[in-house]
Structure formats: C-alpha cells, structure tokens
C-alpha cells in the first residue's frame, strides 16, 4: 500500500514494513527484517482471502468472517484499519528508528493512546469502536470501527485536544474514492481486457495492469513528483546473500521509465511531474544528471550504512539504509530523460511545455556530444569498475537522437545531427564482436540491456546483428523462459532471472510478432505476484515467488508496457485477420452472382 507518501506491506493482517513520515524515514515497523525487534501492527486471525479493493487499498477476510480493510490515508502521514464483524484483538508493538527504540505506550483517553519512542517524534492512535480494552501492547475491541495511527514529529502537533473535526470515516473513503478516481482515467482498458493468455480472465489481466499503474501513482512523492525505485530496503535478491540494498529513492533511470508507462497508460499529467523533478535535478556546470538518484526531497541520500541491530529478512545481511550509487558515473542516464520527455511530448503536443524547457534538453544534448566517449559503471551499477558500456553508448545516441526531435517540434535547429551518427558508427564498430552486440567493448559476454535496442528504436528488431545478439542472450541468459541481467557481476554469479530483463525479452518478442512467447513470460511474472501483480526484482522460478525490493518499480512499469504493447498487437492481428475474412468473402459473393 503507497499513498504518494510512504508504504506499507502487510504479511497477512500484521503490518511488517512502514517507514514514516515519508518513504526514506526510518520505519517504525520493521518485522519483515527482524521478527523480534522490527514490531508488529497485527490483527489478529487467520486470512482466507486477501485481495486490492482498488489499488492500495486491502481487504482482508479472515476465517472467522472479520472483514480488515487497510489503506494509507492520502493526503496525510497515517494509516487507518477498518474492522468489520464483531470482535477484534489488535497487537501493536511499534519499533523506532528501524527497531532500535522500542514504543513506550502513554494512555490519553479510553480510545486514545500515544507511543513514544526515543526522540520528540510519536504515534497517536484512535481506537474508535463502541467498546475497547487495552493490555501493554494488545487492544481488544468490540463492534465495527477503526483504528487510526497518525505519525507526529513532536508534541506541537497530534490530534486529540486540539478541538478540530477530525473524521476518520470520512478521510477512509475519501482515499478509496481518490484511488476509484484515479483508475478511471486509464486508455485500453478494452483492449488489455481482450488479451488471451494462459490462465487468466481478461477481468484479471486488467485488475494486473490497474494495480500496476495504482502502485506507480502510489510511489510519487506527491510533493516533489519524485518516484522511488522501491519503498522497501534490503529484502535480498538472494536469501542469505550480500544483495540487499535500499531503494527508497529517485533513481533517474527508473523514474523515467515510470514517466513513460504513465504516459502510455494516460496519466502524462503525472508522468509530466515527474519529468518536471527530473528537469529540476540536471546541473549545468557539470554531468547533466550528476547522481543516478535522489531522494525523494531532491537533495542527495544519505551514506550507505549497515544497520547492524536487525537480523534481516530470513538471515540476509547486512541490512542496509542509505545507498552509494550516487558515487558512480552511469551515461545512460540523460538518454533515458530525454526519451521519457520526448513519450511525454509525443502523447500531448505540449510545444509549451518543451519550449520552457530547452536550457534543459540543450546542455544535455551539448554534453552527451562531448562526453559519449568516456566509461562508466554502466546501467547495473558495477562497483569498482569503469568501462566502455555498450549500452551507455547507445543511450547517448538516444539523447541525441530525442534531442534533435523535441528541437524540431518547435523549430529549432539540431545541431547534433553529426555527433548522433558518429556515436552509432562507433557502436556499430566497436560494439559488434562476432556478429553480435557485447555488454562491454573488447568482451565477449552479452548482458540483458542489449535487449532495449530495438526497445529504443537504434536498430530494427529484425536486424540481423541484433538477432544474433539475442540468440545468444537466449542460450547464455535463459533460465526456464525466463531471463537473467547477466551471467557474473562484481558480487558474483547471477543466481536469479531478473524480472525486468525478462519482461524486456517480452516486448522484444512482441515486435517480433512472437506474441504466444511474450504472453508466456508475462504469464510467469503474473504468476509470481500471486493474485496482487506486484512485482520485484528478481523471480525465484522454483518458488514462483518475488525476491529484492517490492515492489519494483523500474519493472513494474514494464509489466504495463509489455501489456499495453501485447495488447495493440494483438488489437492488430484480430483486426487483419477480420479484414481478411471480410475481404474473402466479398470474394466469394463475387463469384457467385456470376
């Protein structure tokens, strides 16, 4: 659950993650890294069944016919559980500061509780059911009602006493209706409805791709429009592995590629703020995207640091807050902005909007053709390594390229018309080892972002090098239909498919016209989410399940992608072969009235 704030995730009916007030604070529950320490937001009871209401809003039904219905509050640094069927215990032992303070627990009233940890920082919580009693850390209330939990900084603020109407009921269904609001605005609907695959009704496969664009809109920051790669930290790509980082930030690549999912999706006001962040973080006296990422308020993350305390998700440590990243040079980043840009202009005509904004595309285009040539860490973030990345290279091209087009939509000059072909010769020269494209010039090896040439429109997909190329990401990279990023990077053996490099594959596949193996891989990735579509960042393929962050939203704005492209093509074949069927039979009545 997001609420352009921050997120939770729910293990059942027991809140296992939150961080507030915002998504890179320190969490005040934190099970899902340590049972013991991290605290607990439980119902009590066992699920039967569990599903979206809209996006980011939960509804759980237990065995005993209890109905728990949780959402972030929009608009506000709270969550509210809406009970439903008689009797409830509730266990709330929250954790500060990422399970280092436990919650001292203050009585206001009968139905008020503060708990403090700490610092000047507290939760208030409302139990507002007919009847409550309380004992420590466990609430048992009677009746249907709600519990609210607001987040303070410091005893100044809170609600009780302060004599102002405060309506939790109200602030609950608001928030549905906005999510409601929100889903009605999305393009396709029937034509993703219309997609056959293996399993799955074309109701679910539109609930997938509402949920999806649902936890994207949820994973803006609504002050700054930044978006964060993930909400959580440090749930493992491997379990027991060193592969745990935070995500809780803006990366750049990410960010736009969720800008040009909800571009294509209908939602360009949003993916225009985001696109508006983005612009705001490019530096003129240097690199144009300096840092990968950001946070959320724009300014740079803290340190990388372990949190030694926790024990982490099933025994993968270190846990970790902050992230390094930004220490890294990554050139593809600029080509991914000004792609997103260009979607963005593309699907609105907003001539304005690239007229306000051409300093931006400018420098950035003035610096990729003076700077294309150097290495980088490459799109995975190598550590320790620079090299000539093929698809870093590639990336500049797209730069130029987008560059030269967002001029033209306002009749400006391109004048980097020569840079942009001098930087495909290269790649074309350079790139290219035994009829196929290489992750790095002077090796051998491929890499999934190979993948995103004809994504991006450097070649054709038909092209044969390209093919070539993804023959041999198909032999080296396959794992049971599904795909890898690599086969070793600076940690290591790549153990896991990867769910974006497969759900690359997908749309590769798609334009190929190979639409039974694109709906195979996406039939896969549906299964691993189990009946909620969100996604991670890797897939345990024995397991069907998600491993990394999550959700993820570099992927999960993918997963929509692969739909939205699935379901055109498919709109397209249905279409000829209706024309087709029209036109022989006019044929045939021809032949008869002879």
């Known amino acids: 659950m997001n609420n352009e704030f921050t997120g939770a995730l729910l293990k059942g009916t027991d809140v296992v993650w939150l961080p507030l007030p915002k998504y890179d604070s320190p969490s005040l529950f934190s099970s899902i890294l340590d049972e013991e320490k991290g605290g607990h937001f ?65 009585k206001v009233s009968d139905k008020v509780y503060k708990i403090f ?12 059911f007919d009847k409550v009693s309380h004992d420590g850390n466990t609430w048992e209330v009677e009746g249907d009602g709600y519990v609210y939990l607001g987040y303070f900084s410091d005893e100044r603020f809170g609600v009780f006493g302060k004599n102002v109407s405060f309506n939790v009921e109200r602030g609950f269904e608001r928030t549905v209706e906005y999510w409601k609001n929100a889903m009605r605005r999305e393009r396709n609907r ?57 995500a809780r930030f803006a990366w750049v690549r990410d960010s736009s590629t969720v800008a040009e999912a909800l571009t294509l999706s209908g939602y360009a006001q949003e993916a225009r703020r985001i696109i508006e962040f983005l612009s705001r973080m490019v530096s003129f006296v240097s690199k144009p995207f300096m840092y990968s990422l ?59 909007y690239v007229k306000s904004h051409v300093d931006v595309i400018e420098y950035i285009a003035d610096w990729v053709s003076d700077n294309w040539k150097g290495e980088d860490a490459g799109m995975w973030e190598e550590r320790g390594e620079r090299a000539q990345n093929v698809h870093s290279k590639v990336m500049a091209w797209v730069a ?59 070649l054709d997909v038909n092209n044969e090098t390209f093919q070539a190329t993804l023959k041999e990401i198909e032999r080296k990279l396959n794992y049971r239909g599904l795909l890898k990023r690599y086969e070793r990077d600076f940690l290591g053996e790549c153990v896991l498919p990867s769910t974006l490099s497969s759900l690359w594959l997908a749309r590769v596949y798609t334009r190929m016209g190979k639409l039974e193996e694109a709906k195979a891989i996406v039939k896969a990735v549906l299964d691993a989410g189990k009946g909620f579509y969100l996604v991670g960042e890797r897939i345990d393929v024995d397991r069907m399940e998600f491993t ?22 498919e709109s397209k074949r249905k279409e000829t072969e209706r024309e087709k069927e029209e036109g022989e039979g006019e044929e045939g009545e021809g032949e008869e009235g002879k």
């Open 190 to 246: 029937g034509k993703v409805a219309d997609i056959e695959v293996s399993g799955y009704t074309g109701d679910q496969l539109l609930e997938a791709y509402e949920n999806s664009v649902g936890i994207l809109l949820g994973l803006m920051y609504n002050p700054t429009g930044a978006v964060v790669g993930a909400p959580t930290t440090s749930l493992p790509e491997v379990v027991g592995g060193p592969r745990n980082w935070d």
């Open 294 to 352: 950001y946070a959320v308020d724009g300014s740079l993350p803290g340190r990388e640091e372990e949190v030694s305390w926790l024990s982490g998700y099933m025994g993968s440590r270190p846990v970790r807050i902050g992230n390094d990243s930004p220490s890294l040079v990554q050139l593809d980043l600029e080509g991914t902005f000004l792609h997103a840009f260009y979607k963005y202009y593309e699907a609105t005509g907003d001539e304005n």
């Open 42 to 106: 439980l119902i009590e009871g066992e699920v039967e069944s569990q599903k979206y209401v809209v996006p980011n809003v939960v509804k759980t039904v237990l065995k005993d016919k209890t109905e728990v219905t949780d959402l972030l509050l929009y608009g506000d640094h709270g969550m509210v559980r809406k009970v439903h069927g008689g009797k409830a215990r509730v266990v709330l032992s929250p954790s500060f500061n990422y399970g280092r303070a436990p919650g001292k627990v203050e």
């Open 400 to 458: 130029l390229e987008r560059a030269g087009k967002l001029m033209k939509a306002i009749d400006r000059d391109n004048p980097w018309k020569e840079a942009r072909k001098e930087v495909k010769d290269w790649v074309m020269e350079n790139g290219v080892v035994n009829g196929k494209f290489v992750k790095v010039v002077g090796r051998e090896e491929v890499d999934s972002s190979l993948l995103t040439l004809p994504l991006y429109g450097f």
């Open 548 to 569: 990394g962050n999550y959700p993820h939203a570099f992927s999960q704005a993918n997963l929509i992608m692969a739909i939205e492209e699935i379901a055109e093509a």
């Open 117 to 128: 940890g700490e610092g000047h920082d507290f939760l208030e919580v409302h139990f507002l």
